[in-house]
């Protein structure tokens, strides 16, 4: 499938990499990627309402698993002030790097470098702990909810927030093939379907009356899929792994770029939250 832009664009690989950025040959991509994704309207949104449910008081300690490029660690450090601070957590050395060249919230932040899985905290030492698009990339996501569930204290707020690639979406011709997409998309990462069993996992740490809420992330140009989702990159990575028909990928894409031609490309992809309280 000879796609625009196809082999130029790694959002397809950068999305399946974030378990491993340190092993990747452009590591400053991943930076670039979330800032870009963190600045959509919907993405603001969605973080507006994950912060929402950590309940946050001034004086609170929080624990930000997988932080990424640390701004939700600054947002949540000003959010607890006075008194209170925020920490992040990541397995990846470029990431812990990227957080430390920008000024702390007056001191309140920290970054330290671990993996979600085994947390470098002693027991009952955070009053909220949160990860955001992160269990999506462990291969044991039931082993990090644990660890989390272990560093919080007793009536600590814990919220997850992830995709579920299952639900993305997008409009063509042949629905069948958007399908398939979809598949390819979940396939590419360690837990691509991780959006649903969100408050499951939370009920299975021992979390009771857990909460869920939905919201979506709706893309109307092929350019910013690309970029985000890796739409062509997907279609025609599949076509070389013999995953799909050259025939019908080819034809699924250049129907694509008619609908993006014309104002009609639409796809999108919904994410989950699921939050509790720490039993005391
Ligand atoms: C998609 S990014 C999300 C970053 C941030 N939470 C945000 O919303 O912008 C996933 C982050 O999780 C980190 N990560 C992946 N697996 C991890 C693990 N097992 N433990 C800790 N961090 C992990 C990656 O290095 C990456 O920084």
């Given at each position: 499938?000879?796609?625009?832009g196809?082999?130029?664009?790694?959002?397809?690989r950068?999305?399946?990499?974030?378990?491993?950025?340190?092993?990747?040959?452009?590591?400053?991509?991943?930076?670039?990627?979330?800032r870009?994704?963190?600045?959509?309207?919907?993405?603001?949104?969605?973080?507006?309402?994950?912060?929402?449910?950590?309940?946050?008081?001034?004086?609170?300690?929080?624990?930000?698993?997988?932080?990424?490029?640390?701004d939700?660690?600054?947002?949540?450090?000003?959010r607890?002030?006075?008194?209170?601070?925020?920490?992040g957590?990541?397995?990846?050395?470029?990431m812990i790097?990227?957080?430390?060249?920008?000024?702390?919230?007056?001191?309140?932040?920290?970054?330290?470098?671990?993996?979600?899985?085994s947390?470098?905290?002693?027991?009952?030492?955070?009053?909220?702990?949160?990860?955001?698009?992160?269990?999506?990339?462990?291969?044991?996501?039931?082993?990090?909810?644990?660890e989390?569930?272990?560093?919080a204290?007793?009536?600590?707020?814990?919220?997850?927030?992830?995709?579920?690639?299952?639900?993305?979406?997008?409009?063509?011709d042949?629905?069948?093939?958007?399908?398939?997409v979809?598949?390819l998309?979940?396939?590419?990462?360690?837990?691509?379907?991780?959006g649903?069993?969100?408050?499951g996992?939370?009920?299975?740490?021992?979390i009771?009356?857990?909460?869920?809420?939905?919201?979506?992330?709706?893309?109307?140009?092929?350019?910013?899929?690309?970029?985000?989702w890796?739409?062509?990159?997907?279609?025609a990575?599949?076509?070389v792994?013999?995953?799909?028909?050259?025939?019908?990928?080819?034809?699924?894409?250049?129907?694509?770029?008619?609908?993006?031609?014309?104002?009609?490309?639409?796809?999108?992809?919904?994410?989950?939250?699921?939050?509790?309280?720490?039993p005391q």
């Amino acid at each position: 499938v000879a796609a625009n832009g196809v082999g130029r664009n790694p959002a397809a690989r950068i999305g399946a990499t974030f378990e491993n950025v340190d092993s990747a040959r452009d590591r400053g991509r991943f930076g670039e990627y979330l800032r870009e994704f963190s600045a959509l309207t919907e993405v603001k949104r969605y973080k507006q309402e994950a912060f929402s449910l950590c309940e946050l008081q001034p004086g609170q300690h929080v624990l930000d698993v997988g932080c990424g490029v640390g701004d939700d660690v600054r947002a949540l450090a000003a959010r607890v002030q006075p008194g209170g601070s925020a920490t992040g957590l990541d397995r990846s050395e470029s990431m812990i790097e990227a957080c430390s060249r920008h000024r702390p919230v007056d001191g309140a932040t920290r970054f330290v470098l671990g993996d979600g899985d085994s947390m470098p905290f002693e027991d009952d030492r955070f009053d909220v702990v949160r990860a955001d698009r992160v269990l999506v990339h462990v291969a044991d996501p039931v082993a990090v909810v644990q660890e989390m569930v272990r560093v919080a204290n007793a009536d600590a707020r814990i919220v997850l927030t992830e995709g579920d690639f299952d639900t993305f979406v997008i409009d063509a011709d042949d629905l069948e093939f958007s399908r398939r997409v979809a598949q390819l998309r979940c396939e590419r990462f360690r837990s691509g379907r991780i959006g649903r069993r969100l408050t499951g996992l939370l009920a299975q740490a021992g979390i009771p009356r857990v909460t869920a809420s939905a919201s979506s992330i709706i893309l109307r140009s092929l350019e910013a899929a690309n970029r985000f989702w890796g739409v062509e990159e997907l279609v025609a990575e599949a076509v070389v792994r013999g995953e799909v028909s050259p025939d019908l990928g080819r034809r699924w894409l250049d129907d694509q770029r008619r609908r993006d031609g014309d104002g009609r490309f639409f796809c999108s992809l919904t994410g989950f939250a699921a939050a509790g309280r720490k039993p005391q």
